[in-house]
């Protein structure tokens, strides 16, 4: 039997009032709970305090606003992929979402909780890096914001200190964009055995901008950047994804474990990542 | 250290002091004795835990009882109303989507919040929503087509 230790629990009122319980030690956010109480169970978290925050419709949302896409902590898995604008600004939220753990899951584990949970092979961590989110943070001297890239510090280990929550993330969103998300996972709702995602920004059939995530395969900050260095101002063809799939590949740091040994992770990512930009550069326009 | 978690379970309120760490699936099995819900794998993979938080399905091995307070829970008892069994209740017995039963509350459950979203399944739709719970006896087979009664029977249980 599997239950967590002793642990004292609030619910949260407000921002304000969840800010002024988590500016205590050793407290957590509680919202889906699917990554944490699992994680309590069986002691790898231990906090004292939990603060149960989805009460808090305030950061419920996901609209389009001016040139972003704004996506509050709390949106559900399910939201983001029922979410008509989000597919349509970003088809990578939507191939991703349909593999996260499963339809009921995905109905209670929330977009800021992924994050923060920062688990080295989430799959919403990688598109997020694809797409050069930005994450907004709230604490008790105001809002502050991180680039997505920047946010993860290394395994379940993020920027956001004690009395701060993250509230939501902004996604920029450009003319001449397509994106796409690709997994290999051993099951239905099991974590990747790799996963890449890609963003591409085009003028005709030449690269602008590329984004490349990756998870599950030691990629720092889960992104593949010399990949997307090489492919920055080449033409958007079957050569390009294929040389950035090989660097992508090259680049990462998979480990052998029970998901399967280090050459075939990077074979995974070289494949995925190709694939992933193929699909990413049929979609521009679309 | 307790605290006071109040909720409607199946139109019931209930009311009890509880540690703020006790899971919801064993307050509804331990406190209340509804043992309809079964505390499967304890690592949400299994869904044999299913039970329904407001309208929506939820493994309750992995949520606080603390959580669902002032919410309102529906368990696999909840089903049947005025003696007369849910569609998807009487599809599992008209095409023997048990055998051993362990899973069965988890995917009544399911199956309900599915037909009530989409009540003309096809086949994958009904795999993709089952997704998340396990069977080890019959093979998915069963269930599948025990679901599909229940929409082609929609209301006409006896």
């Known amino acids: 039997m599997q239950v967590p230790a002793h642990v004292e629990y609030e619910r949260a009122t407000s921002v304000a009032h969840a800010l002024s319980l988590l500016s205590r030690p050793e407290t957590r956010v509680v919202a889906g709970g699917h990554s944490l109480i699992p994680m309590m169970k069986l002691r790898l978290a231990q906090p004292e305090l939990l603060v149960d925050i989805n009460g808090l419709a305030e950061l419920a949302f996901i609209v389009l606003d001016g040139g972003q896409l704004r996506i509050g902590a709390l949106a559900r898995h399910a939201d983001l992929l029922d979410s008509a604008v989000a597919g349509e600004c970003f088809a990578i939220f939507h191939d991703a979402e349909r593999v996260v753990a499963d339809p009921i899951v995905r109905l209670w584990g929330t977009v800021g909780g992924s994050l923060c949970q920062a688990d080295p092979s989430e799959d919403l961590s990688a598109a997020f890096a694809a797409t050069r989110a930005t994450a907004v943070i709230r604490g008790p001297d105001g809002e502050r914001t991180v680039p997505v890239r920047e946010f993860h510090l290394g395994p379940y280990e993020t920027v956001i200190g004690r009395g701060e929550l993250l509230a939501e993330v902004r996604v920029p969103v450009r003319p001449g964009m397509g994106s796409a998300y690709q997994k290999v996972a051993r099951r239905v709702g099991d974590w990747s055995v790799a996963a890449a995602g890609a963003v591409l920004t085009l003028d005709g059939g030449k690269i602008l901008q590329a984004g490349i995530g990756l998870t599950a395969v030691g990629a720092e900050h889960f992104v593949a950047a010399e990949a997307e260095d090489y492919l920055r101002g080449r033409a958007a063809d079957e050569d390009s994804f294929q040389a950035a799939g090989k660097i992508a590949a090259g680049h990462c740091q998979p480990v052998a474990d029970q998901r399967g040994p280090e050459d075939f992770k990077r074979h995974l990512v070289a494949e995925l990542t190709t694939r992933a930009l193929r699909r990413a550069a049929a979609r521009v326009g679309s | ?158």
């Open chain 2, 1 to 158: 250290m307790t605290i006071r978690v109040a909720m409607t379970v199946n139109g019931t309120e209930y009311a009890r002091d509880v540690e703020p760490r006790l899971l919801l699936i064993h307050f509804i099995r331990d406190e209340l004795g509804l043992t309809g819900s079964h505390w499967g794998c304890d690592t949400s993979n299994c869904g044999s835990c299913v039970v329904w938080l407001d309208a929506k399905p939820v493994k309750s091995c992995t949520l606080l009882a603390a959580m669902a307070d002032g919410h309102a829970v529906r368990t696999v008892e909840g089903l049947e109303q005025d003696g007369r069994l849910d569609p998807v209740q009487q599809g599992f017995v008209e095409c023997h989507g048990l055998q051993c039963g362990f899973c069965t509350p988890g995917m009544l459950m399911t199956a309900r919040w599915l037909l009530d979203r989409n009540p003309d399944p096809d086949e994958a739709e009904i795999r993709e929503a089952i997704s998340g719970q396990i069977c080890r006896c019959t093979g998915y087979e069963n269930i599948v087509r025990s679901i599909r009664w229940a929409a082609e029977h929609a209301g006409q249980t006896p």
